[in-house]
């Protein structure tokens, strides 16, 4: 793993529950040998509460830890720059419709939120989101918050070595997802989960776009 990247998450508070608590973010999908860490890092520029389109509800999800730990998290949306472009790269060679209207969605949040701005200065990702799980054994659900067509982009990292990988059960399909490895998926359309796995730490990194944020800006994703 990109080691800026890994310096940098060595210091963040992890979340293990959360608002996802009852779905994929269950605390006994988490997995670990040893002491590894465990839990769930939100990175998301612009993020509405459940149910909320308007800006009151808008929140930073970089933002609701002590000053320190915005410190840190800052670290971390930084060290991911290259990450980033790889994978605005990806979304935009297999589908440009979908990558030219997250651009312009991205450019409406810069004109209406100085935040979102002063945080593309360190990061260019065109989603909004982006989640960091260390150790989780996803369990099946669909992204449900994210718009029907939209491409969740999703990479495992770390040094496990066998197993972990995405099922997709409605396609009786078994995706290899080693570290290092891209998937690329409607996850609202399709239920996948995470398979067991051995070897060492999985970290999986999930970017994404949420329906709401569409909504605020009366926008369709493509
Ligand atoms: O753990 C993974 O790689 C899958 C993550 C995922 O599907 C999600 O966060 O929605
Ligand atoms: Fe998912």
New binding site residues.
């Given amino acids: 793993m990109n080691k800026v990247l890994w310096d940098a998450l060595e210091h963040v508070k992890l979340d293990t529950g959360g608002a996802d608590a009852k779905g ?1 973010n269950s605390a006994s999908s988490y997995v670990a040998e040893n002491d590894e860490k465990v839990g769930c890092l939100k990175l998301v520029k612009v993020w509405h509460a459940i149910g909320h389109t308007v800006s009151d509800s808008v929140r930073v999800k970089i933002v609701t830890e002590s000053a320190d730990q915005v410190k840190y998290a800052a670290n971390v949306v930084k060290a991911a720059n290259h990450l980033s472009h790889m994978i605005n790269r990806a979304l935009e060679l297999i589908d440009e419709d979908q990558y030219k209207a997250l651009m312009d969605l991205q450019q409406r949040c810069v004109e209406k939120y100085a935040h979102v701005e002063a945080l593309n200065a360190i990061d260019p990702l065109v989603y909004e989101g982006r ?1 960091i ?1 260390f150790n ?1 054994q ?1 369990p099946a ?1 669909v ?1 449900k918050q994210d718009p029907k067509r939209s491409w ?1 982009t ?1 990479i ?1 990292l770390g040094d496990f070595t066998a197993g972990g990988n ?1 099922r997709i059960e409605r396609l009786n399909l078994t995706i290899r ?1 080693l570290p290092r490895d891209v998937v690329i998926l409607r ?1 609202r359309l399709l239920q ?1 989960e ?1 398979q067991a796995w051995s070897g060492g730490r999985r970290i ?1 990194i ?1 970017h994404f776009t949420h329906e709401s944020l569409w909504k605020e800006f009366g926008m369709t994703c493509p």
């Fill in positions: 994929r989640a799980m989780r996803t659900h992204d969740a999703m495992t995405l997802y996850g996948h995470v999986s999930a």
